[in-house]
């Protein structure tokens, strides 16, 4: 039975993830239930997948058979499609390898628009473009997690994501070493690559930046299916289209363990490649914040990854006080010291004015507190001091800070 919209019950279990009920709906209807496609063209896995619901997608897979992973709506948008237009990370991880061509996206780059099951065409959201510094210095695209668009409803506010567990988990023996083909066993077991391949599916290419299995398990941080995959043979070096790394990945998704696993494979020098926007690994880790990496690179790189500049002449240290990454700063301003804290990048900005034009008060009291005193004097390419800049942007706060630090240099002895 199906309503009005040609949804049947499976596809309202699907969506909202309750397992169990798909679970009794599948034993009872099979595989002819589980292919029903609804309302343009929706099936159960399209349903699941929309939404996140990463056990209901596999179980649907084990039940239906892998060949739905290439069943298409309406509009030509299979399940791994609209996982990934909505960034549903698990159900990515999930489908990927299973799925050998590349997503359906539109002709700018992103998704196209999408059915609703009511009838309505609901048009998806661009990635947002590039955001700007107070001074025009363009930082990464900035993607936030966009609304978990259900093909039902699409007002359902996305729940956070969960880290994403290892697919491998349990399947490595302890306290024996895996030789390769077994590790290539248990990848394509839990379809950590895609089973079906006629070669390892190590370098099957997936997503707008044809990311590999390595990548993706680095950015999300699933160290044991890392482990497993460089035993297989995967490629630690090898580049996606944006020019990022596996290491690289692992430095943005914060995954530490990963990071060393990959370094230790590829080598230190491997940390020094750059992107296609001339960020390094660091560059990455700074940006986000993840102080334990960023300090880890800083150590294998010392001043050649602390000095890198991005197409921007940013150094990863200035694009952590552009952000307000506190502990990721206090890292690298120990590791590079004084010399790190004047570089000057485009426009002239140094780090104390990335901070104060934007407002992040304890990252600026920290530069003032350890870096040179002459910091505060240094003019950008518009002769413009990072005191002049805090006012600029109405940063009140800062101002006072800055200026009760100038107060505390011109009368020392009244502090």
Not at 112 to 125: A, E, L
Not at 287 to 308: I, Q, T, Y
Not at 332 to 348: C, F, I, P, T, W
Not at 365 to 372: A, N, Y
Request: proline share 5%; net charge neutral; with cysteine.
């Amino acid at each position: 039975a199906v309503d009005e919209a040609g949804w049947s019950a499976l596809h309202f279990a699907a969506e909202k993830g309750h397992s169990g009920v798909v679970a009794i709906l599948t034993e009872a209807g099979g595989e002819e239930l589980i292919a029903l496609q609804g309302h343009a063209k929706w099936n159960a896995l399209h349903a699941a997948a929309a939404n996140g619901h990463v056990d209901t997608v596999q179980h649907l897979i084990d039940v239906g058979g892998v060949d739905q992973v290439s069943v298409k709506t309406e509009k030509g948008k299979r399940p791994l499609d609209l996982a990934m237009e909505y960034r549903k990370d698990a159900v990515v991880s999930r489908l990927a390898p299973l799925t050998s061509a590349s997503p359906v996206v539109g002709s700018k780059g992103h998704m196209t628009d999408f059915p609703s099951p009511s009838g309505r065409s609901v048009r998806s959201r661009p990635t947002s473009p590039e955001a700007l510094s107070p001074l025009g210095v363009k930082s990464p695209p900035r993607s936030p997690r966009r609304r978990a668009t259900s093909p039902r409803m699409h007002s359902a506010m996305a729940k956070a994501e969960k880290p994403n567990p290892s697919m491998v988990a349990g399947k490595i023996p302890s306290g024996k070493a895996l030789t390769k083909k077994e590790a290539l066993a248990i990848a394509k077991e839990v379809h950590l690559i895609n089973p079906s391949t006629f070669d390892s599916g190590l370098e099957t290419r997936t997503g707008k930046f044809q990311q590999t299995p390595l990548m993706l398990a680095a950015e999300q941080g699933r160290d044991d299916d890392v482990q497993v995959l460089l035993i297989g043979g995967a490629d630690a070096k090898a580049a996606a289209s944006d020019g990022c790394t596996p290491i690289m990945f692992a430095a943005k998704g914060g995954c530490l363990p990963a990071l060393k696993r990959l370094v230790d494979h590829a080598g230190a020098d491997a940390a020094k490649a750059v992107s296609s926007r001339g960020w390094t690994a660091l560059h990455y880790a700074a940006f986000a914040g993840h102080a334990d990496v960023a300090g880890l690179l800083s150590e294998l790189g010392g001043g050649a990854l602390l000095m890198a500049r991005d197409e921007e002449g940013w150094t990863p240290h200035m694009r952590a006080c552009e952000k307000g990454m506190l502990e990721a700063v206090r890292i690298m301003s120990q590791h590079g010291g004084h010399e790190l804290m004047l570089v000057q990048g485009r426009a002239g900005w140094n780090a104390l004015m990335c901070a104060s034009a934007n407002g992040h008060n304890a990252v600026v009291e920290h530069l003032l507190e350890v870096g040179p005193a002459d910091q505060i004097l240094v003019k950008s390419g518009t002769g413009t001091t990072a005191l002049a800049l805090a006012e600029k942007y109405k940063k009140e706060e800062t101002v006072a800070l800055i200026n009760k630090h100038i107060n505390r240099m011109v009368h020392p002895d009244l502090h």
